[in-house]
């Protein structure tokens, strides 16, 4: 996808606050280009914040409305770096699926997440709230749904290849599957070799609402966003972004 594919989330900090764009101070993966899109927060955002953007092709906003087997379900995959910053929380890069926010797209929107969680050290997570929200362990208005087995340093600056799948179910419920790909072993530029993430095994939000309290989401918009807390100069950095639909 090019940069006409993609449209920027509402409701976003703005760029005075949190810069962003296509740099190459960032270094990328192995076998990519000498190009990544950043983030940088760079001034003060007193409740925090974050910014996005999604899949504007025809057919992703949204994918669809659900709840049959054929429509609604997606799939986001992509590289996320939780960029060496003067502290080591505050920020989380990350996939979004199934955002819910109609004709407005917004990152106010309930979607479930997958990327790094704001800890030191970090893991990689699966959530379901509003994508202002991001990845912070422990808040109390995010759902963790699953979170990976390893942990990381920030200062390693390492490159995760991950992959979202939701596949909404013939009865409604949203089966979610994560996975990710060793970039040393399969780098940028060869097939991926996705395999499942320790710790992270398939999880169902299902229509009964027993799992997450509350209703699964269908169809909605796909992409990528950067949240961050009130500290300065958090930096994340995304690059090798793919989007599907559930066919």
Known sequence: ??????????????????????????????GGSGFVYGYHSVASAPAGGAAGKLVSLTGFQPTGSGPTVADGGCSIRGCLQRVPSPGATGMSPL????????????????????????????????????IVRGL?????????????????????????????????????????????NDLTLHPLGTAPDWQAI?????????????????????????GFAFAVGTALNR?????ELEAYRQT
């Open 95 to 130: 996939l979004f699926a199934c955002a819910q926010g109609g004709a407005t797209p917004s990152v106010n929107d309930y979607a479930y997440m997958l990327g790094l969680s704001d800890s030191s050290p970090y893991s990689v997570m699966l959530a379901k709230a509003p």
């Open 198 to 222: 320790a710790g992270m095994s398939e999880y169902i939000d299902d229509v009964l609402m027993i799992n997450t309290g509350t209703a699964p989401l269908w169809g909605g918009c796909l």
């Open 136 to 180: 912070v362990v422990g808040a109390t208005d995010l759902v963790t749904l699953r979170t990976g087995s390893a942990q990381y340093v920030i200062g390693d600056a390492l490159w995760h290849h991950l992959r979202l799948d939701a596949v909404v179910q013939p009865n409604g419920d949203v089966l979610l599957q994560v996975f990710a």
């Open 1 to 30: 996808m090019g940069a006409v594919d993609w449209a920027n989330l509402g409701d976003g900090l703005s760029a005075a606050t949190l810069a962003r764009g296509v740099t190459g101070a960032i270094v990328a993966p192995a």
């Open 235 to 239: 930096r994340g950095a995304f690059t």
